[in-house]
């Protein structure tokens, strides 16, 4: 079956940078993308930032020149990039595998167990 592991999440001081890793089993990986979402408490999963089978990347504008999302088909893991944080990126980070190799559809995408970010100020 699908597992997602994900790593790297803490507590980081406003203006920090974290990476977060995401190492995939079960699946060939560099057939699907691959995205990593936040969450908050009392708010919808928000996609912050995919990646396609082609290596192309999207991000929500609210992280647009600060996180950067990359993928390792040799390692099957997916890696986010986040610089120049704020106490706004505070949120459980969840990595995700698509269904498709071009986007993200959340009602059929596998989900890892989500780790946490805190950018404190």
């Known amino acids: 079956q699908v597992q997602l592991v994900e790593s790297g999440g803490g507590l980081v001081q406003a203006g920090g940078s974290l990476r977060l890793s995401c190492a995939a089993s079960?699946?060939?990986?560099?057939?699907?993308?691959m995205g990593w979402y936040r969450q908050v408490p009392g708010k919808q999963r928000e996609l912050v930032a995919f990646?396609?089978?082609?290596?192309?990347?999207n991000y929500v504008d609210s992280v647009k020149g600060r996180f950067a999302i990359s993928r390792n088909n040799a390692k099957n893991t997916v890696y986010l990039q986040m610089n120049s944080l704020k106490p706004e990126d505070t949120a459980v980070y969840y990595c995700a595998q698509s269904s498709h190799a071009s986007a993200m559809v959340k009602t059929s995408n596998y989900w890892g167990q989500g780790t946490q970010v805190t950018v404190s100020s």
């Open positions: 990646i396609t089978v082609g290596g192309t990347t």
């Open positions: 079960g699946r060939t990986f560099s057939s699907y993308a």
